[in-house]
């Protein structure tokens, strides 16, 4: 069982540090489904995996030149706070209660669905979006679209561990269309550290980490991540991304039907 934890936590590195996307989106369904961890324990212990993870993987995606700090500013000042928020919610309402578990497994399959669609129409979405500049949002517009967006990804990443990936990529594509595919990969990975070590806080704080399987999954995913972000350039993104969206919508079914 532990050397299939390790394998999952590289194949989910490489992927993320490839894309930007699929971490929450595959690990909390995987344990859920695959090795039949509870949906809270799913969610903190893999919210305490991407912000190691992906901390990895902004040092490899920074030695590429590929993060933009500002952004990744803007996108904290409202992540952050909205993260805290959530996690008291989940404190005050009970995290660890059967009914609020089933909440927790919708919630995921929800945000899978979500990223889905990000996921299939990011291309339409940037080409519309640069054949209709005037649409585009300029100055303090901008800056309050991305702080109110990370505020948005802030709750929904610390109820399902899901969003800062592909939806989160899928905004920046959105409000800052001139980016190349690395670089709001290497931003999205970058502004998702300290919202998942937030989130990952406040979970350690509800009891809802499975230490040893994080160690686990670590264990792969260091080496993964760091490998996926030094050859982010080199593999067909459709073609990656083709393929996680078809394994993500399966994943979302058999989350909605269970």
């Known amino acids: 069982m532990e050397f ?17 996307v699929g971490g929450g989106s595959l ?16 969610v903190g212990t893999d919210l305490a995996f991407a912000s190691i993870t992906k901390g990895a993987g902004t040092l490899a995606h920074r ?30 309402f009970g995290g ?16 899978v669905l979500l990223t889905v669609v990000a996921l299939m129409f990011r291309g339409r979405m940037l080409h519309w979006i640069k054949h209709h500049p005037e649409k585009q949002l300029q ?4 800056t309050i679209a991305t702080i109110a967006s990370g505020a948005v990804l802030g709750a929904l990443v610390t109820v399902s561990s899901i969003g800062a990936g592909a939806i989160g990529a899928t905004l ?4 800052y269309p001139r980016l190349s595919p690395a670089e709001i990969a290497g ?43 030094l050859c982010a350039r080199a593999i067909p993104e459709k073609v990656l991304r083709a393929l996680l969206a078809t394994t993500l919508t399966g994943v979302a079914v058999k989350l909605l039907s269970t």
């Not at 993060?67 to 005050?92: E, M, N, S």
């Open 27 to 42: 690990m909390t369904p995987l344990l859920t489904l695959l090795f039949g961890v509870s949906p809270s324990v799913a």
């Open 63 to 92: 030695f590429k030149g590929n993060v933009h700090w500002d952004i990744v500013k803007k996108l904290c000042l409202g992540a952050l706070p909205a993260a805290l928020v959530a996690t008291l919610a989940l404190k005050y």
């Open 172 to 175: 920046l594509v959105m409000m």
């Open 139 to 142: 100055g303090r517009k901008l």
């Open 187 to 229: 931003t999205d990975i970058a502004y998702a550290v300290p919202l998942t070590a937030i989130a990952a806080v406040g979970h350690w704080w509800l009891g809802s980490i499975n230490w040893g399987l994080l160690l686990m999954l670590l264990i792969g995913s260091v080496p993964g991540i760091t490998l996926g972000s």
């Open 96 to 111: 660890l209660d059967k009914e609020i578990n089933q909440i927790i497994r919708y919630t995921i399959a929800c945000s």
């Open 4 to 20: 299939s934890y390790i394998v999952s936590g590289f194949a989910v590195g490489v992927l993320v540090g490839l894309t930007g």
